[in-house]
Protein backbone atom coordinates (compact mmCIF):
# COMPACT_ATOMS: atom_id res chain seq x y z
CA UNK A 1 0.00 0.00 0.00
CA UNK A 2 1.77 3.42 -0.99
CA UNK A 3 1.21 5.86 1.72
CA UNK A 4 0.90 9.76 0.41
CA UNK A 5 4.20 11.69 0.79
CA UNK A 6 2.14 14.23 3.39
CA UNK A 7 0.79 10.89 5.92
CA UNK A 8 4.39 9.77 5.95
CA UNK A 9 6.02 12.79 6.49
CA UNK A 10 3.51 13.59 9.22
CA UNK A 11 4.09 10.43 11.08
CA UNK A 12 7.98 10.64 10.70
CA UNK A 13 7.77 13.77 12.28
CA UNK A 14 5.61 12.05 15.29
CA UNK A 15 8.17 9.42 15.73
CA UNK A 16 10.69 11.64 15.82
CA UNK A 17 9.50 13.84 18.43
CA UNK A 18 8.62 10.69 20.46
CA UNK A 19 12.42 8.91 20.17
CA UNK A 20 13.39 12.98 21.53
CA UNK A 21 11.11 12.97 24.62
CA UNK A 22 10.92 9.02 25.11
CA UNK A 23 12.41 8.67 29.33
CA UNK A 24 15.18 7.21 30.26
CA UNK A 25 15.79 3.96 32.91
CA UNK A 26 18.65 2.89 33.75
CA UNK A 27 18.89 0.00 36.42
CA UNK A 28 17.41 0.37 39.91
CA UNK A 29 16.67 3.77 39.10
CA UNK A 30 13.27 6.33 38.21
CA UNK A 31 12.43 6.84 34.82
CA UNK A 32 13.94 10.18 33.96
CA UNK A 33 12.07 12.54 31.39
CA UNK A 34 13.61 14.30 28.60
CA UNK A 35 12.84 17.39 26.67
CA UNK A 36 15.00 16.88 23.78
CA UNK A 37 18.03 15.10 22.39
CA UNK A 38 18.79 11.16 22.55
CA UNK A 39 20.58 9.30 25.03
CA UNK A 40 24.56 8.70 24.61
CA UNK A 41 24.80 5.27 22.78
CA UNK A 42 20.81 5.03 21.78
CA UNK A 43 20.74 2.60 18.41
CA UNK A 44 18.31 5.76 17.07
CA UNK A 45 20.63 8.40 17.40
CA UNK A 46 23.18 7.79 14.47
CA UNK A 47 20.01 7.61 11.99
CA UNK A 48 18.75 11.06 13.69
CA UNK A 49 21.93 12.51 13.51
CA UNK A 50 22.13 11.33 9.74
CA UNK A 51 19.02 13.16 8.51
CA UNK A 52 19.52 15.77 10.34
CA UNK A 53 22.58 16.69 9.17
CA UNK A 54 21.83 15.74 5.67
CA UNK A 55 19.25 19.01 5.35
CA UNK A 56 22.26 21.15 8.18
CA UNK A 57 25.42 20.46 6.02
CA UNK A 58 24.57 18.06 2.69
CA UNK A 59 21.54 19.86 1.27
CA UNK A 60 22.95 23.51 2.83
CA UNK A 61 25.95 23.10 0.81
CA UNK A 62 25.60 21.72 -2.38
CA UNK A 63 22.63 24.92 -2.88
CA UNK A 64 25.01 27.35 -1.58
CA UNK A 65 28.37 26.40 -2.35
CA UNK A 66 28.06 24.27 -5.50
CA UNK A 67 32.05 24.76 -6.24
CA UNK A 68 32.71 22.55 -3.25
CA UNK A 69 33.10 19.18 -2.81
CA UNK A 70 32.72 17.23 0.24
CA UNK A 71 32.89 13.78 2.14
CA UNK A 72 31.03 13.28 4.94
CA UNK A 73 30.22 10.23 7.40
CA UNK A 74 28.35 10.50 10.00
CA UNK A 75 29.86 14.24 11.73
CA UNK A 76 33.22 13.89 10.38
CA UNK A 77 33.23 15.80 7.60
CA UNK A 78 35.83 16.81 4.97
CA UNK A 79 35.44 20.46 2.67
CA UNK A 80 37.96 20.93 -0.44
CA UNK A 81 38.29 24.18 -1.19
CA UNK A 82 40.51 26.60 -3.87
CA UNK A 83 42.35 28.43 -1.62
CA UNK A 84 42.96 29.56 2.13
CA UNK A 85 40.43 32.47 1.84
CA UNK A 86 37.94 30.05 0.08
CA UNK A 87 38.29 28.24 3.37
CA UNK A 88 38.21 30.85 6.15
CA UNK A 89 35.06 32.33 4.41
CA UNK A 90 33.27 28.48 4.19
CA UNK A 91 33.97 27.64 8.23
CA UNK A 92 32.39 31.28 8.85
CA UNK A 93 29.56 30.73 7.43
CA UNK A 94 29.52 26.83 8.54
CA UNK A 95 30.09 27.74 12.41
CA UNK A 96 26.56 30.52 11.46
CA UNK A 97 25.19 27.81 9.99
CA UNK A 98 25.52 25.18 12.24
CA UNK A 99 24.75 27.71 15.45
CA UNK A 100 21.20 28.35 13.81
CA UNK A 101 20.54 25.13 13.58
CA UNK A 102 21.52 24.09 17.22
CA UNK A 103 25.00 22.24 16.88
CA UNK A 104 28.66 24.13 17.43
CA UNK A 105 31.23 23.19 15.60
CA UNK A 106 34.12 21.24 17.54
CA UNK A 107 36.77 23.98 18.44
CA UNK A 108 39.57 21.35 17.88
CA UNK A 109 38.67 19.55 15.04
CA UNK A 110 37.66 22.27 13.35
CA UNK A 111 40.46 23.02 11.52
CA UNK A 112 41.83 24.25 7.82
CA UNK A 113 44.68 22.12 6.30
CA UNK A 114 47.48 22.87 3.79
CA UNK A 115 47.55 19.63 1.13
CA UNK A 116 51.34 20.00 0.86
CA UNK A 117 52.83 18.20 -1.90
CA UNK A 118 55.76 18.43 -4.47
CA UNK A 119 53.52 20.33 -7.17
CA UNK A 120 51.86 22.33 -3.94
CA UNK A 121 55.42 24.39 -2.03
CA UNK A 122 53.25 26.58 0.39
CA UNK A 123 54.41 27.03 3.68
CA UNK A 124 51.36 26.82 6.28
CA UNK A 125 51.45 26.06 10.31
CA UNK A 126 48.72 22.83 9.53
CA UNK A 127 49.53 20.05 6.74
CA UNK A 128 48.02 17.10 8.00
CA UNK A 129 44.56 15.47 9.43
CA UNK A 130 43.04 12.74 10.34
CA UNK A 131 39.29 10.98 8.87
CA UNK A 132 38.32 7.81 9.55
CA UNK A 133 40.96 6.49 11.05
CA UNK A 134 43.44 7.51 8.65
CA UNK A 135 46.15 10.47 8.72
CA UNK A 136 46.20 12.60 5.54
CA UNK A 137 49.63 14.06 5.06
CA UNK A 138 52.57 14.86 3.09
CA UNK A 139 54.71 11.55 2.12
CA UNK A 140 57.71 10.87 0.37
CA UNK A 141 56.48 8.40 -2.83
CA UNK A 142 57.92 6.94 -5.98
CA UNK A 143 56.21 6.62 -9.42
CA UNK A 144 56.36 4.10 -11.58
CA UNK A 145 59.90 5.34 -13.45
CA UNK A 146 61.68 4.92 -9.60
CA UNK A 147 61.83 8.69 -9.02
CA UNK A 148 60.68 10.00 -5.56
CA UNK A 149 57.80 12.52 -4.99
CA UNK A 150 56.14 14.41 -2.27
CA UNK A 151 52.29 13.15 -2.39
CA UNK A 152 49.54 14.11 -0.03
CA UNK A 153 48.34 10.58 0.96
CA UNK A 154 46.30 8.95 3.43
CA UNK A 155 47.69 6.24 6.45
CA UNK A 156 46.46 4.16 9.18
CA UNK A 157 46.47 7.39 12.01
CA UNK A 158 48.52 6.73 15.23
CA UNK A 159 45.32 6.19 17.11
CA UNK A 160 43.87 3.46 15.06
CA UNK A 161 47.27 2.03 15.52
CA UNK A 162 47.44 1.93 19.51
CA UNK A 163 43.77 0.69 18.49
CA UNK A 164 45.07 -2.05 16.21
CA UNK A 165 48.28 -2.70 18.97
CA UNK A 166 45.86 -3.11 21.85
CA UNK A 167 43.24 -5.28 20.16
CA UNK A 168 46.25 -7.52 19.25
CA UNK A 169 47.94 -7.36 22.80
CA UNK A 170 44.42 -8.32 24.34
CA UNK A 171 44.06 -11.83 22.52
CA UNK A 172 43.95 -14.66 25.22
CA UNK A 173 45.21 -17.08 22.59
CA UNK A 174 48.45 -15.30 22.66
CA UNK A 175 48.93 -16.35 26.03
CA UNK A 176 48.11 -19.66 25.68
CA UNK A 177 51.07 -22.24 26.05
CA UNK A 178 48.94 -24.90 24.44
CA UNK A 179 48.17 -23.14 21.32
CA UNK A 180 50.17 -23.39 17.91
CA UNK A 181 50.85 -21.04 14.87
CA UNK A 182 48.35 -22.50 13.08
CA UNK A 183 45.38 -22.21 15.12
CA UNK A 184 46.84 -18.58 16.09
CA UNK A 185 46.65 -17.61 12.65
CA UNK A 186 43.07 -19.09 12.28
CA UNK A 187 42.13 -16.93 14.94
CA UNK A 188 43.71 -13.68 14.10
CA UNK A 189 42.92 -14.38 10.04
CA UNK A 190 39.54 -12.66 9.51
CA UNK A 191 40.71 -9.38 11.86
CA UNK A 192 43.89 -8.61 10.29
CA UNK A 193 42.19 -9.20 6.56
CA UNK A 194 40.02 -6.82 7.96
CA UNK A 195 42.36 -4.08 8.78
CA UNK A 196 44.35 -5.20 5.47
CA UNK A 197 41.25 -4.34 3.54
CA UNK A 198 40.48 -0.93 5.47
CA UNK A 199 43.80 0.58 6.20
CA UNK A 200 46.02 -1.03 3.63
CA UNK A 201 44.27 0.27 0.57
CA UNK A 202 46.70 3.00 1.17
CA UNK A 203 49.55 3.37 2.82
CA UNK A 204 50.81 -0.42 3.38
CA UNK A 205 54.07 0.14 4.69
CA UNK A 206 52.67 2.27 7.69
CA UNK A 207 50.29 -0.60 8.35
CA UNK A 208 52.72 -3.59 7.94
CA UNK A 209 54.74 -1.36 10.21
CA UNK A 210 52.00 -1.41 12.86
CA UNK A 211 51.46 -5.40 12.56
CA UNK A 212 54.95 -5.59 13.07
CA UNK A 213 53.95 -5.52 16.93
CA UNK A 214 52.26 -8.69 16.11
CA UNK A 215 55.81 -10.74 15.26
CA UNK A 216 57.06 -9.10 18.67
CA UNK A 217 53.95 -11.08 20.15
CA UNK A 218 54.76 -14.29 18.03
CA UNK A 219 58.23 -14.19 19.20
CA UNK A 220 57.22 -14.09 23.44
CA UNK A 221 54.78 -16.35 23.19
CA UNK A 222 57.44 -18.83 21.02
CA UNK A 223 59.86 -18.19 24.05
CA UNK A 224 57.75 -19.15 26.66
CA UNK A 225 55.93 -22.03 24.92
CA UNK A 226 59.81 -23.77 23.43
CA UNK A 227 62.47 -24.28 26.05
CA UNK A 228 65.00 -24.15 23.19
CA UNK A 229 63.86 -20.86 22.34
CA UNK A 230 64.41 -18.86 25.45
CA UNK A 231 66.68 -16.39 24.48
CA UNK A 232 65.33 -13.93 21.69
CA UNK A 233 67.54 -14.29 19.28
CA UNK A 234 66.50 -18.39 18.68
CA UNK A 235 62.85 -17.29 19.13
CA UNK A 236 63.09 -14.57 16.58
CA UNK A 237 65.24 -16.73 13.96
CA UNK A 238 62.24 -19.43 14.89
CA UNK A 239 59.40 -17.03 13.54
CA UNK A 240 61.61 -15.85 10.54
CA UNK A 241 61.83 -19.72 9.65
CA UNK A 242 58.52 -20.49 9.67
CA UNK A 243 57.68 -17.16 8.01
CA UNK A 244 59.82 -18.12 5.08
CA UNK A 245 58.81 -21.51 4.79
CA UNK A 246 55.12 -20.76 5.09
CA UNK A 247 54.41 -17.26 3.68
CA UNK A 248 50.77 -17.43 3.76
CA UNK A 249 50.50 -18.79 7.36
CA UNK A 250 49.32 -15.10 8.49
CA UNK A 251 47.67 -12.64 6.25
CA UNK A 252 50.31 -10.00 7.28
CA UNK A 253 52.69 -11.97 6.46
CA UNK A 254 52.13 -11.85 2.86
CA UNK A 255 51.74 -7.93 2.81
CA UNK A 256 53.80 -6.28 -1.01
Same mark, same amino acid.
Given at each position: ?55 ? %? ?11 ? %? ?26 ? &? ?29 ? %?? %? ?117 ? &? ?6
Amino acid at each position: MLIPKHVAEKWMKLYIERWLKAPVQHRDEQPKLRDKGTPQGGVISPLLANLYLHYV %FDTWVEKHWIGIQ %FERYADDIVCHCASEQEAQQLKTLLEQR &FTDCGLTLHPKKTKIAYCKSSSKRGSYPQVS %FD %FLGHTFKPRLCKNKQGKFFVAFTPAISRKSAKKVRDKIASWRILRNSKANLNSIAYYSRAILQGWKNYYGKYGRAELKRVLFYLNEKLVRWAKKKYKRLKTERRAVRWIIGYRQREPKL &FVHWSFT
